[in-house]
């Protein structure tokens, strides 16, 4: 019998309801991702509109379909409406700007000399956070309407194959919705157009001088599927108008909290203490739990402050459970090496039952204070389905005959096994993944 996730609940203090009657698909890796997206847009009858945090200059959408703007200026000269919201970093945050598009006299200069007409508004986020949602929303409100949420940056690393054969490759996931669910990915982009902090400066809009407001969606799409779903965000109180909301870290915690069997999870970072309790509790119940984040994280301070070494020693002493697996991967490159692949998805799946899939990280910006988005499914076979997608990457091997214990266990195997192979210089590997030391990672 498959799962329907009914044991996993939903948030009552979120923008959005659950949702019945949405069609749900995965997007593993950058480049399957990027080449739908770019085929809806090529598809779409009425309307582009995105938001987007980071952008490399060096960014290219696959099949030589050329660069983000290549790709919505040929919108445009079909006459669809195009608009983007792109973050613009604050003082705190002024690092980022080479990796972003913030509206710079060059960018303004780069969009006339190409004859851009797709309009924008660049939009700061509070203090030291990020405008982080990385959405895409076709045909707004049409019957056509299909949303993308995830977090897959515009990095050339990013777009890559499932596999990740070669070097400096990133992981990553999307979703694509269409369904009534979608109709809250577009509320949630009227709301951040209309509210964009910085439309009525002289530098931040193009195509328009700020007078281009969007109106609210005033009914739902209709049924497309046959999947559960709720749109969750992150939106600091302070930036929108008092309409703070944390509807990603709740579902976390229920989910965590609800968990019978198997957590798979893959994350940029585990930095939450929340979800660190939350994770151990789990593995107190006996609950299989494999944590996929990047093999090389940041370096950690040479000198923590006894609150940071608390966290750090309560964050190891989930490697002292053996149903606990932390793993990186690392995939071949063209000379039969074991290059590691950084892992920037941020997605969990609980009991074969229920998924979450988007752009929060597991740390405090994501979950407190950036803008985040993430859509979280209550649909078994999806779950399942996703969940023998990733372990055929992973592991290279087809599960789709376990269930998801016995596959997480074999997760586990196969992981301490390829680790040992590594410690030993031996590449030949099954699969990608290595397990990790947790008392000597520091991500």
């Known amino acids: 019998m498959t799962p329907t996730g009914s044991h996993i609940p939903f948030v009552e203090r979120c923008s959005y309801p659950v949702r019945d009657g949405n069609a749900v698909r995965a997007l593993i890796d950058g480049e399957p991702a990027f080449r739908r997206i770019c085929a809806a847009i090529a598809a779409a009858r009425r309307s582009v509109w995105a938001t987007v945090a980071f952008i490399a200059p060096d960014f290219r959408m696959p099949d030589d379909q050329g660069d983000l703007f290549d790709v919505l200026d040929r919108a445009v000269a079909r006459g669809v409406d195009v608009r983007v919201l ?3 970093p604050n003082p705190e ?3 980022f700007e080479p990796r972003t598009f913030w509206g710079s006299p060059d960018h303004r200069r780069a969009l006339a000399e190409r004859g851009s007409r797709f309009r924008i508004r660049w939009d700061r986020a509070h203090r030291a956070n990020c405008q982080h949602q990385k959405s895409w929303l076709i045909d707004a409100g049409e019957a056509t309407e299909v949303a993308f949420i995830g977090g897959i ?3 050339p690393r990013s777009v890559v194959a499932p596999g990740h054969f070669g070097a400096h490759q990133h992981h990553d996931a999307y979703v694509e919705l269409a369904g009534p669910s979608a109709s809250d990915v577009h ?9 964009a902090s910085e439309r009525d400066q002289d530098n931040g809009t193009w195509g328009r001088d700020g007078d281009d407001e969007l109106t609210f969606p005033s009914r739902t799409s209709a049924p497309r599927g046959a999947s559960k779903a709720q749109v969750q965000r992150t939106l600091h109180a302070a930036r929108y108008a008092d309409a703070g909301e944390t509807s990603i870290f709740e579902q976390y915690r229920l989910a965590l909290g609800a968990a019978r069997r198997t957590i798979y999870i893959e994350n940029q970072s585990l930095e939450a203490p929340e979800i660190v309790a939350g994770l151990r509790q789990a593995l107190d119940r006996g609950v299989e739990i494999v944590l996929l984040t990047p093999a090389e994280p940041e370096a950690e301070p040479a000198a923590a402050s ?3 070494q608390a966290f750090l020693d309560a964050r190891s002493a989930l490697g002292g459970y053996e149903n606990f697996t932390l793993a990186g991967i690392a995939g071949l490159d ?3 090496a074991r290059q590691n692949v950084y892992v920037h998805a941020k997605l969990m799946l609980v009991d074969d039952a229920w998924a979450t ?3 929060a990280n597991l740390h405090a910006y994501s979950l407190f204070g950036s803008t985040e988005m993430n859509a979280s499914i209550w649909d078994g076979a999806f779950v399942r389905a996703l969940r023998c997608e990733l372990f055929a990457e992973h592991l290279g091997l087809d599960t789709t005959h376990l269930d998801d214990l016995a596959a997480l266990r074999l997760y586990r195997r196969i992981s301490n096994a390829n680790r040992r192979k590594r410690e030993a210089g031996d590449s030949g590997w099954q699969g990608l993944v290595f397990a990790l030391n947790p008392a000597t990672w520091q991500g």
């Open 187 to 195: 509320h949630n982009f009227v709301q951040r157009w209309n509210q």
């Open 334 to 336: 063209a000379n039969g």
């Open 153 to 155: 940056n515009l990095n």
């Open 93 to 95: 945050t002024g690092q």
């Open 86 to 88: 792109f973050w613009r």
């Open 306 to 308: 006894p609150e940071r």
């Open 357 to 359: 899939i988007g752009s």
